[in-house]
């Protein structure tokens, strides 16, 4: 029996779980676009008290910087910690599992009025994951699936295909160093 701590910060809800075996034996979440740091770790907190954990699998994204920072971040740290493996997988094709259409589109917030998506046919995403505007996405001429989360049991199922070690930022960050400022 293995139990993994699954993580997801990729979207305006910090999502915790703890899947044994394909089952979900502890959920929690907490909303709030700039809450994933205090959040974090008393969800944890909270998932660990009666589990004990094997693997690590979080979301890589995408997401915005600081939360998908934070969630990745946390992840390995609760990791080597506990000398145990962490895994990372895209947070839309947790979303994606949730739906049953040939063809679609998964959308999350990116915020600026922007929208993270990918676009997926029979469940398999096609192409990588992009940033752009909603009427350029709605324009592609798909389902749009928006304000969805990922779903910890397919998070868990997705490790299974390998790990994504790099971030799925899709734009620079705003902070820029004062030696490349013009």
């Avoid at 920072?69 to 895994?87: D, E, L, M, S």
């Avoid at 990372?88 to 739906?99: E, H, P, W, Y």
């Avoid at 063809?103 to 940033?131: H, M, N, Q, S």
Wanted: charged fraction near 20%; glycine fraction near 8%; charge should be negative.
């Amino acid at each position: 029996m293995s139990n993994s701590l699954v993580i997801d910060t990729s979207t305006n809800r910090t999502v915790v779980g703890v899947v044994t075996d394909g089952k979900l034996i502890w959920s929690g979440h907490r909303d709030g676009a700039t809450a994933h740091g205090p959040s974090l770790p008393l969800l944890v907190q909270e998932a660990i008290a009666q589990h004990s954990i094997d693997q690590v699998i979080v979301g890589m994204g995408p997401g915005p910087f600081t939360g998908l920072r934070v969630g990745i971040a946390f992840a390995h740290t609760f990791a080597r910690a506990r000398n145990i493996q962490v895994i990372g997988v895209c947070s839309l094709d947790a979303i994606a599992a949730q739906i049953e259409e040939k063809d679609f589109i998964v959308a999350t917030d990116a915020r600026r009025k922007e929208w993270y998506w990918a676009r997926y046919t029979k469940g398999i995403r096609i192409g990588e994951p992009a940033v752009s505007f909603p009427a350029d996405v709605e324009a592609l001429g798909h389902n749009v699936h928006f304000a969805l989360f990922p779903d910890l049991i397919a998070m868990t199922n997705l490790a299974t295909q390998g790990s994504i070690t790099e971030p799925m930022y899709l734009r620079r960050p705003d902070a820029v160093a004062t030696a490349d400022r013009t």
